[in-house]
């Protein structure tokens, strides 16, 4: 049971390319989420899927896209990075009907320069 | 920004002393939660406490919480080294599966 992975761990961008952070769950969730941190910030919410085949924009949508590919499966797309978008990316599953707890991967780490 | 504020930022005690930090929140709530992180890790729940209790334990960790002026307060006793790390409070707005985190308090426990 590995929880909730996020791959890759680590990525360098330059300013206007473009890439996919992965974000697969097996623990049957309903709801999954992609969290940015910045640094003495908390965690700001930018997209959020409450079931599969549902997204909705959280607290800092702009500048990002994604996918709820499956009930396990949900990705973070950065069409065209800006070095705002320099990061940390923590993606997360719950079941909020229930219990409300959140599970958390590893997080991306990520650098646009 | 619709992020809660935790006090202090910072804290830094002595092995054995209780660890205290408070979080206020702008929205109505279903419940809230406090998280710990360690460094360069993912966060990892730690206990939820409904909008309609006012006190729970478990373990060394107590939070209460007061709706009314819309705050929260996290005490672990008799700390350990290892409780170093940062701790956020979350809540999820009523009628929503959002969560909004604290901006959170960094706790070192020194040996």
């Known amino acids: 049971n590995a929880g909730v992975t996020q791959t890759p761990k680590f990525q360098v961008l330059k300013t206007g390319q473009s890439m996919t952070l992965q974000c697969a769950q097996d623990?049957?969730?309903?709801?999954m989420y992609w969290y940015r941190q910045d640094p003495g910030m908390g965690l700001r919410l930018i997209y959020y899927?409450?079931?599969?085949?549902?997204?909705d924009k959280g607290e800092v949508p702009n500048g990002y896209n994604v996918s709820r590919l499956n009930k396990r499966e949900f990705s973070l797309r950065l069409e065209s990075a800006a070095p705002s978008q320099t990061s940390v990316y923590f993606c997360?599953?719950?079941?909020?009907?229930?219990?409300?707890?959140?599970?958390f991967g590893p997080g991306t780490r990520l650098t646009v320069t | 920004s619709q992020q809660g504020e935790e006090d202090p930022q910072a804290l830094s005690i002595q092995e054995g002393e209780n660890a205290t930090m408070n979080c206020s929140y702008k929205?109505?709530?279903?419940?809230l939660q406090w998280y710990r992180q360690n460094s360069g890790r993912g966060l990892v729940h730690l206990i939820l406490i409904r909008s309609n209790e006012r006190e729970k334990h478990s373990g060394r960790l107590r939070v209460t919480l007061d709706t009314s002026k819309k705050s929260s307060s996290l005490l672990i006793t008799a700390s350990r080294a290892a409780d170093t790390a940062s701790y956020f409070c979350a809540t999820v707005r009523s009628g929503t599966y959002k969560y909004i985190f604290g901006t959170g308090t960094r706790l070192k426990v020194l040996a």
């Open positions: 623990m049957n969730h309903n709801s």
């Open positions: 899927s409450a079931s599969e085949g549902t997204t």
């Open positions: 929205t109505s709530i279903n419940n």
């Open positions: 997360a599953s719950s079941v909020p009907e229930s219990s409300y707890e959140q599970y």
